[in-house]
C-alpha cells in the first residue's frame, strides 16, 4: 500500500513539474513574438491581408518574406507574389509603418508588437 501511495505521489509531483515547465517555456514563446498585420496594395486596391508572427525585433523585409514570395534587386523590392514595378511607368514598391512613411530600408526598419505594415505598388510622377 505504501509503494502505491508513492507512486501516485511521485507521478503527480513529476506532472506537476513537468506542466510547470511547459508553461514557462510557452510564456517565454510568447514574450520572444510580435504580431504584426501586414497589407499589399496596387494602387489603391488591397490584393492580400496577412498577421504574421515574428522574433522581437525582426525587421520589414523579414515579415514580408515570410508571407509572401518577394524578389529584391539591389535592396529594393522589385516583386511581391508576382506584383512587379515598372520602372519605365515609375511603378514602385514603397511601404509605411503604422501609417507613417519610412526613411530606411525594409531590411533596416524594425517593428514592434502590433506594427501594421502597408506595401504600395504605386506610380510616381517626377515633379
Known amino acids: 500500500m505504501y509503494k502505491k501511495i ?9 506532472l ?3 506542466g510547470v515547465s511547459a508553461t514557462n517555456v510557452e510564456a517565454k514563446k510568447s514574450n520572444d ?4 498585420t501586414y497589407v499589399l496594395k496596387d494602387g489603391k ?13 525582426s525587421s520589414v523585409m523579414t515579415g514580408v518574406k515570410k508571407g509572401w514570395t518577394v524578389k529584391e534587386k539591389d535592396g ?4 511581391i507574389d ?4 515598372n520602372e519605365k511607368k515609375n511603378k514602385y514598391w514603397t511601404f509605411t509603418v ?10 533596416d526598419k524594425k517593428l514592434k508588437n502590433k506594427d501594421n505594415v502597408e506595401f ?3 506610380t510616381y510622377k517626377d515633379k
Not at 529594393?76 to 516583386?79: A, C, D, E, R
Not at 508576382?82 to 514595378?85: P, S, Y
Open 6 to 14: 508513492v507512486t501516485v505521489f511521485m507521478t503527480l509531483a513529476l
Open 16 to 18: 506537476f513539474t513537468t
Open 33 to 36: 513574438s510580435i504580431h504584426v
Open 45 to 57: 486596391k488591397q490584393i492580400a491581408k496577412k498577421k504574421i508572427t515574428l522574433k522581437k525585433n
Open 76 to 79: 529594393f523590392i522589385t516583386s
Open 82 to 85: 508576382g506584383h512587379k514595378q
Open 98 to 107: 503604422n501609417k507613417k512613411q519610412v526613411n530606411v530600408g525594409a531590411k
Open 120 to 122: 504600395k505598388l504605386d
